[in-house]
């Protein structure tokens, strides 16, 4: 390849890494639009492709920063959280993993009830309604050391508010994503907290198996060992 044409396939690369950047930045700041703007932010992140998958991961990753930042860094007069005691790890593997269980639950519930969504429109809904939380609650952090214990009743009710505005919007995403009424999406939520829990248990019973059948292949080794040597 010439020197020019190798010129010219850089530009393109960088030109296109700069398109991807921008897709990326104008998908996260989408965020902001959906959590209040749900219904419409919803309809046109399935139907006009303004989200993405990396963005929605990111929104994600945040949130699991902002959940751990809460009970490491927060007053401890609005938290006990044992600090000596706390993993990492543990605290965004028990949000995560659950996460992306309800994610599949609701994705094979789907199925059953019509839905329209695609794994990629539930798990981005879902990132995306995570948002509130990381706005309200980052702040909350430094605000727990700036207030009395007098004024806790201010703090609970921003964190309820956290949480709740995160439930509606799952609510109205899901609603949006497969195109449900609203006693629908209700009755649709019940049937993906009852799936994810079945999931649960048949992931349980597999490692359960697992642990028996590999217990029972090292007594045989060690029987086998043990007669030979």
């Not at 600090?83 to 992306?100: D, K, V």
């Not at 609603?175 to 999931?199: C, N, Q, R, W």
Request: with cysteine; proline share 3%.
């Amino acid at each position: 390849m010439s020197s020019a044409g190798k010129q010219l396939f850089s530009k393109e690369q960088a030109s296109a890494r700069r398109e991807g950047w921008q897709r990326y930045l104008s998908s996260l700041r989408y965020a902001l639009y959906i959590i209040f703007h749900p219904f419409d932010g919803f309809w046109d992140m399935v139907h006009e492709k303004r989200g993405s998958v990396a963005a929605a991961t990111t929104c994600l990753v945040l949130f699991l920063i902002t959940y751990v930042l809460r009970l490491m860094c927060t007053n401890f007069q609005f938290i006990s959280a044992p600090l000596q005691y706390i993993n990492i790890y543990e605290q965004m593997g028990s949000f995560l993993f659950p996460f992306l269980i309800i994610c599949v639950a609701n994705w094979a519930a789907s199925t059953l009830f019509d839905g329209k969504g695609h794994f990629r429109d539930i798990y981005m809904a879902m990132c995306y309604s995570l948002v509130p939380y990381i706005l309200i609650q980052l702040p909350m952090i430094l605000i727990s050391h700036v207030i009395s214990f007098d004024e806790a009743a201010y703090y609970s009710v921003l964190a309820s508010v956290s949480v709740v505005w995160c439930v509606f919007l799952i609510f109205v995403g899901l609603m949006e994503v497969h195109d449900y009424s609203p006693g629908k999406t209700l009755l649709f939520m019940f049937m993906t907290v009852f799936g994810a829990l079945v999931i649960l248990f048949l992931i349980l019973v597999f490692f359960s198996l697992l642990s028996d059948a590999l217990g029972y292949f090292v007594s045989l080794y060690r029987e086998i060992a043990f007669r030979l040597y």
